[in-house]
Protein backbone atom coordinates (compact mmCIF):
# COMPACT_ATOMS: atom_id res chain seq x y z
CA UNK A 1 0.00 0.00 0.00
CA UNK A 2 1.30 3.91 -0.90
CA UNK A 3 0.45 6.24 1.52
CA UNK A 4 3.15 9.02 0.80
CA UNK A 5 2.53 11.95 3.14
CA UNK A 6 1.38 14.97 1.28
CA UNK A 7 0.05 12.69 -1.95
CA UNK A 8 -2.80 13.39 -3.86
CA UNK A 9 -4.45 10.52 -3.51
CA UNK A 10 -4.21 8.23 0.07
CA UNK A 11 -5.27 7.17 2.96
CA UNK A 12 -6.26 9.17 6.04
CA UNK A 13 -6.96 7.26 9.38
CA UNK A 14 -10.58 5.93 8.22
CA UNK A 15 -11.17 7.59 5.13
CA UNK A 16 -9.53 7.51 1.83
CA UNK A 17 -8.49 10.79 0.50
CA UNK A 18 -8.10 12.83 -3.44
CA UNK A 19 -7.72 16.14 -4.20
CA UNK A 20 -9.05 17.27 -7.61
CA UNK A 21 -9.42 20.80 -8.70
CA UNK A 22 -8.44 22.37 -5.41
CA UNK A 23 -10.86 20.73 -3.58
CA UNK A 24 -10.45 17.17 -1.17
CA UNK A 25 -13.21 14.74 -2.09
CA UNK A 26 -13.61 11.74 0.17
CA UNK A 27 -14.79 8.11 -1.52
CA UNK A 28 -17.63 7.35 0.55
CA UNK A 29 -20.80 4.95 0.65
CA UNK A 30 -24.37 6.59 0.42
CA UNK A 31 -27.77 4.55 0.09
CA UNK A 32 -25.86 1.78 -1.71
CA UNK A 33 -23.76 3.51 -3.60
CA UNK A 34 -19.82 4.19 -3.54
CA UNK A 35 -18.09 7.54 -4.76
CA UNK A 36 -16.60 10.55 -4.35
CA UNK A 37 -17.71 13.48 -2.61
CA UNK A 38 -16.57 16.97 -1.54
CA UNK A 39 -17.58 18.55 2.01
CA UNK A 40 -20.76 20.42 1.87
CA UNK A 41 -21.36 19.34 -1.72
CA UNK A 42 -24.56 17.34 -2.47
CA UNK A 43 -23.09 15.43 -5.21
CA UNK A 44 -21.69 11.80 -5.17
CA UNK A 45 -19.52 11.76 -8.37
CA UNK A 46 -18.35 8.28 -10.64
CA UNK A 47 -20.19 6.14 -7.85
CA UNK A 48 -20.48 2.11 -8.21
CA UNK A 49 -24.50 2.10 -8.48
CA UNK A 50 -25.91 -1.06 -9.58
CA UNK A 51 -26.03 -4.17 -11.45
CA UNK A 52 -27.97 -5.14 -14.62
CA UNK A 53 -28.82 -8.35 -16.55
CA UNK A 54 -31.46 -9.57 -18.65
CA UNK A 55 -34.06 -9.60 -16.46
CA UNK A 56 -32.72 -8.38 -13.58
CA UNK A 57 -31.30 -5.06 -11.51
CA UNK A 58 -29.88 -4.68 -8.43
CA UNK A 59 -29.37 -1.13 -7.18
CA UNK A 60 -27.96 -2.10 -3.54
CA UNK A 61 -25.29 -4.44 -5.72
CA UNK A 62 -22.30 -2.38 -3.97
CA UNK A 63 -23.15 -1.45 -0.59
CA UNK A 64 -20.79 -1.83 2.11
CA UNK A 65 -21.25 -5.64 2.80
CA UNK A 66 -20.12 -6.82 -0.68
CA UNK A 67 -16.82 -4.81 -0.38
CA UNK A 68 -14.02 -7.04 0.26
CA UNK A 69 -10.83 -4.96 -0.59
CA UNK A 70 -10.15 -1.02 -0.62
CA UNK A 71 -6.77 0.16 -0.86
CA UNK A 72 -3.98 2.95 -2.10
CA UNK A 73 -2.41 1.40 -5.33
CA UNK A 74 0.05 3.56 -7.59
CA UNK A 75 -1.80 6.56 -6.74
CA UNK A 76 -4.58 5.23 -7.14
CA UNK A 77 -8.06 4.35 -5.12
CA UNK A 78 -8.71 0.58 -5.06
CA UNK A 79 -12.30 -0.50 -4.28
CA UNK A 80 -12.83 -5.01 -5.07
CA UNK A 81 -16.58 -5.63 -4.59
CA UNK A 82 -18.27 -9.51 -4.68
CA UNK A 83 -21.45 -8.75 -4.73
CA UNK A 84 -23.75 -11.43 -3.57
CA UNK A 85 -26.29 -13.50 -5.57
CA UNK A 86 -23.87 -12.68 -8.84
CA UNK A 87 -22.67 -15.98 -10.02
CA UNK A 88 -19.12 -15.23 -8.75
CA UNK A 89 -18.97 -11.88 -9.86
CA UNK A 90 -15.86 -9.85 -8.50
CA UNK A 91 -15.56 -6.07 -9.53
CA UNK A 92 -12.67 -3.86 -9.06
CA UNK A 93 -13.39 -0.19 -9.06
CA UNK A 94 -10.10 2.61 -9.27
CA UNK A 95 -9.83 5.90 -9.13
CA UNK A 96 -7.01 8.58 -10.17
CA UNK A 97 -6.63 11.66 -10.84
CA UNK A 98 -5.76 13.14 -14.74
CA UNK A 99 -5.18 15.98 -16.87
CA UNK A 100 -2.79 17.39 -14.44
CA UNK A 101 -5.26 17.40 -11.76
CA UNK A 102 -7.93 18.62 -13.40
CA UNK A 103 -9.42 15.22 -13.85
CA UNK A 104 -10.60 12.09 -12.06
CA UNK A 105 -10.53 8.83 -14.00
CA UNK A 106 -12.62 5.53 -13.08
CA UNK A 107 -11.60 2.21 -14.33
CA UNK A 108 -13.95 -0.86 -13.67
CA UNK A 109 -13.07 -4.47 -14.25
CA UNK A 110 -15.32 -7.13 -14.41
CA UNK A 111 -14.23 -11.40 -14.01
CA UNK A 112 -16.71 -14.24 -12.97
CA UNK A 113 -16.10 -17.78 -11.91
CA UNK A 114 -19.42 -18.77 -13.52
CA UNK A 115 -20.25 -19.96 -17.31
CA UNK A 116 -23.81 -18.98 -18.68
CA UNK A 117 -25.17 -16.93 -16.03
CA UNK A 118 -24.12 -13.25 -16.11
CA UNK A 119 -26.47 -12.28 -20.00
CA UNK A 120 -25.98 -8.57 -21.02
CA UNK A 121 -24.21 -7.33 -17.64
CA UNK A 122 -23.90 -3.80 -17.12
CA UNK A 123 -22.11 -1.78 -14.23
CA UNK A 124 -24.18 1.12 -13.03
CA UNK A 125 -21.80 4.11 -12.74
CA UNK A 126 -23.93 7.73 -12.03
CA UNK A 127 -22.79 11.18 -11.07
CA UNK A 128 -25.46 12.49 -9.22
CA UNK A 129 -26.87 15.51 -6.69
CA UNK A 130 -28.80 14.25 -3.70
CA UNK A 131 -32.53 12.85 -5.35
CA UNK A 132 -31.16 13.17 -8.33
CA UNK A 133 -33.06 10.69 -9.78
CA UNK A 134 -36.39 11.57 -7.91
CA UNK A 135 -39.65 12.73 -9.52
CA UNK A 136 -41.52 12.60 -12.69
CA UNK A 137 -39.06 14.33 -15.07
CA UNK A 138 -37.98 12.43 -18.37
CA UNK A 139 -35.42 10.05 -18.29
CA UNK A 140 -33.81 9.73 -21.77
CA UNK A 141 -31.90 6.63 -22.62
CA UNK A 142 -28.73 6.84 -25.39
CA UNK A 143 -28.16 3.66 -26.46
CA UNK A 144 -24.97 2.17 -28.32
CA UNK A 145 -26.53 -0.28 -30.74
CA UNK A 146 -30.03 -1.85 -31.28
CA UNK A 147 -28.68 -4.25 -28.66
CA UNK A 148 -27.86 -1.84 -25.91
CA UNK A 149 -31.27 -0.26 -26.79
CA UNK A 150 -33.07 -3.66 -26.60
CA UNK A 151 -31.53 -4.25 -22.80
CA UNK A 152 -33.55 -1.45 -21.98
CA UNK A 153 -36.56 -3.55 -22.17
CA UNK A 154 -35.44 -6.84 -21.34
CA UNK A 155 -36.89 -7.12 -17.88
CA UNK A 156 -33.77 -5.08 -16.11
CA UNK A 157 -35.76 -1.47 -15.87
CA UNK A 158 -38.24 -1.48 -12.85
CA UNK A 159 -41.95 -0.08 -14.75
CA UNK A 160 -41.54 2.98 -12.71
CA UNK A 161 -38.37 3.92 -14.79
CA UNK A 162 -40.37 2.52 -18.00
CA UNK A 163 -43.03 5.01 -17.35
CA UNK A 164 -40.97 7.72 -17.95
CA UNK A 165 -38.43 6.96 -20.30
CA UNK A 166 -37.25 7.16 -23.66
CA UNK A 167 -34.94 5.84 -25.82
CA UNK A 168 -33.02 8.20 -28.21
CA UNK A 169 -32.23 6.98 -31.95
CA UNK A 170 -29.98 3.94 -32.58
CA UNK A 171 -27.04 5.20 -34.54
CA UNK A 172 -25.01 3.24 -37.00
CA UNK A 173 -21.80 1.93 -35.89
CA UNK A 174 -18.94 3.68 -37.44
CA UNK A 175 -21.27 6.97 -37.12
CA UNK A 176 -19.42 8.85 -34.29
CA UNK A 177 -22.87 9.89 -32.98
CA UNK A 178 -23.04 8.15 -30.23
CA UNK A 179 -20.93 10.35 -27.40
CA UNK A 180 -21.13 9.35 -23.90
CA UNK A 181 -21.21 12.55 -22.15
CA UNK A 182 -22.21 15.69 -21.41
CA UNK A 183 -21.20 19.35 -20.04
CA UNK A 184 -22.86 19.68 -16.07
CA UNK A 185 -22.97 22.53 -13.72
CA UNK A 186 -22.65 21.44 -10.12
CA UNK A 187 -22.42 23.18 -6.33
CA UNK A 188 -18.60 22.82 -7.34
CA UNK A 189 -18.59 24.57 -10.81
CA UNK A 190 -19.09 22.98 -13.83
CA UNK A 191 -17.39 19.60 -15.16
CA UNK A 192 -17.51 17.31 -17.94
CA UNK A 193 -18.28 14.10 -17.53
CA UNK A 194 -17.73 11.30 -20.48
CA UNK A 195 -17.45 7.99 -21.00
CA UNK A 196 -15.49 5.88 -23.92
CA UNK A 197 -18.34 4.81 -26.47
CA UNK A 198 -16.86 0.80 -26.53
CA UNK A 199 -17.02 0.64 -23.29
CA UNK A 200 -20.57 2.49 -22.45
CA UNK A 201 -23.92 -0.21 -23.96
CA UNK A 202 -26.22 2.85 -22.69
CA UNK A 203 -26.12 5.88 -20.95
CA UNK A 204 -28.98 8.37 -19.09
CA UNK A 205 -29.70 11.33 -17.94
CA UNK A 206 -32.09 13.51 -16.36
CA UNK A 207 -33.14 17.10 -15.13
CA UNK A 208 -33.86 17.17 -11.58
CA UNK A 209 -33.82 19.83 -9.15
CA UNK A 210 -30.89 19.52 -7.69
CA UNK A 211 -29.16 19.61 -11.67
CA UNK A 212 -28.39 16.72 -14.38
CA UNK A 213 -28.45 13.13 -13.42
CA UNK A 214 -26.18 11.21 -15.23
CA UNK A 215 -25.63 7.26 -15.38
CA UNK A 216 -23.73 5.19 -17.25
CA UNK A 217 -24.10 1.46 -17.94
CA UNK A 218 -20.89 -0.25 -18.40
CA UNK A 219 -19.89 -3.12 -20.84
CA UNK A 220 -23.28 -4.78 -21.79
CA UNK A 221 -21.89 -7.99 -22.75
CA UNK A 222 -21.79 -11.79 -21.48
CA UNK A 223 -19.41 -12.56 -19.17
CA UNK A 224 -18.47 -16.11 -18.42
CA UNK A 225 -15.39 -17.46 -16.65
CA UNK A 226 -11.75 -16.79 -18.31
CA UNK A 227 -12.98 -13.25 -19.80
CA UNK A 228 -12.70 -9.74 -17.96
CA UNK A 229 -14.03 -6.58 -19.16
CA UNK A 230 -12.43 -3.32 -18.60
CA UNK A 231 -13.93 -0.21 -19.18
CA UNK A 232 -13.06 3.53 -17.89
CA UNK A 233 -14.86 7.36 -17.18
CA UNK A 234 -13.41 10.40 -17.01
CA UNK A 235 -14.50 13.97 -15.31
CA UNK A 236 -13.09 16.86 -16.32
CA UNK A 237 -13.86 20.29 -13.71
CA UNK A 238 -13.85 23.45 -15.41
CA UNK A 239 -13.17 26.81 -13.81
CA UNK A 240 -16.43 28.97 -13.58
CA UNK A 241 -17.14 31.12 -16.33
CA UNK A 242 -15.20 28.82 -18.90
CA UNK A 243 -17.16 25.71 -19.21
CA UNK A 244 -18.54 25.38 -22.79
CA UNK A 245 -19.60 23.13 -25.37
CA UNK A 246 -16.26 23.35 -27.51
CA UNK A 247 -14.72 23.07 -24.00
CA UNK A 248 -16.45 19.68 -23.64
CA UNK A 249 -15.85 18.50 -27.00
CA UNK A 250 -11.96 19.29 -26.68
CA UNK A 251 -11.90 16.94 -23.45
CA UNK A 252 -13.74 14.49 -25.03
CA UNK A 253 -11.19 14.37 -28.30
CA UNK A 254 -8.06 14.31 -25.86
CA UNK A 255 -9.96 10.70 -23.87
CA UNK A 256 -11.37 8.67 -26.80
CA UNK A 257 -8.04 9.04 -28.38
CA UNK A 258 -5.94 8.13 -25.33
CA UNK A 259 -4.53 5.04 -24.82
CA UNK A 260 -6.08 3.08 -22.01
CA UNK A 261 -3.19 2.95 -19.44
CA UNK A 262 -1.01 -0.30 -19.17
CA UNK A 263 -1.59 -2.13 -15.51
CA UNK A 264 0.66 -5.12 -14.28
CA UNK A 265 -1.43 -4.70 -10.65
Do not use: C
Not at 82 to 98: I, Q, Y
Not at 194 to 223: K, N
Amino acid sequence: MEDPKGAAVRSETDRFVIDWAGDTWTLEHADGRMGLKSADSTWLHLAMAGLAATGRRDDSAFHRSALVGLEVVHSRLVATFEPAGWHGLTVRAAWSRSREGAGIDLEVQASASSVGELRRLEILVETAPEGGWSGDQPLIVEPRDRLAAGSTYDGREPAAMLARLFTSAVHPLDSQRFRPGRLVRSDRGPFVTMGHPQDVARWGHVEGAGGIAIRYALFGFDLEKGVVLRGRLREVRFAEGSGSVERRNEEYGLFVTEPPPLRTE
